[in-house]
């Protein structure tokens, strides 16, 4: 257990040396500065590895087991309703509570009401948020939802993908110019640390409990999926509220 914890300890500051170096010769290098608050910054990086470690440990022993656990139950139960009921809402619950969206979804109303969409008080640009959160949540669970039964037909993924975004675009040349930029940045947004593992456990595990499907192939996908459904559904909650 303790090598286990080392070696997650050791790929962590691993994968961060990047970023570290790359602060550090621009700031020793290109803006001829010593770095500030040296020790700070050092404790903060250890304390980011140790985070880093802990939540990969975590994915490992907790989430991956979970999803598909949960998929191949919902497999062998053999009931695409309650599979389908269950994708829906896994998307939704954990999109509406993301708190990457929710400061987006702030900001989103306070510019809004700025620019004259809204009236700039605390009622209408919390209705104007709380909508746009709903708008994204609805749309993950729909996404994964369609990744889901896709995986469960057999269709290919990159013909959904590619009607998905020609109806971007044709909704773009539609929608109010002031939501087009907060509907490309949602699809951002959606996809969280805890969806990403969870949704993709998901797919993983339900490919490897049907017979005839592909883990590799037809397992993954449905981030795809819940990054292009919010541009979709946040255009519209534009053009409604318009």
Known sequence: ?????????????RDLLPIVLVIGVFEL???RQPIPNLLELAFGVLLVMVGLSLFVQGLQLGLFPIGEGMAHSFASKGSILWLGLFAFALGFGTTVAEPALIAVADEAARVAAEGGM???DEESMGTY???LRLAVALSVGVAI?????RIIFGWPVQYLILGGYIGVVIMTAFAPEEIIGIAYDSGGVTTSTITV??????????STSIAG?????DGFGLIAFASLTP???VMGYGMLIQ
Do not use: C, Q, Y
Not at 1 to 13: P, Q, R, T
Not at 213 to 217: C, G, I
């Open 129 to 131: 948020a709380d909508g």
């Open 197 to 206: 593992p969870l949704v993709t456990a998901l797919g993983v595990g339900l």
């Open 1 to 13: 257990m303790l090598k286990n914890a080392l070696k997650s300890l050791l790929d962590s500051g």
């Open 145 to 149: 939802l369609l990744g889901v039964i």
């Open 118 to 120: 809204i009236e700039r």
């Open 29 to 31: 290098l290109v803006l």
């Open 231 to 233: 541009m979709i559904f």
């Open 213 to 217: 499907r592909n883990p590799l192939t």
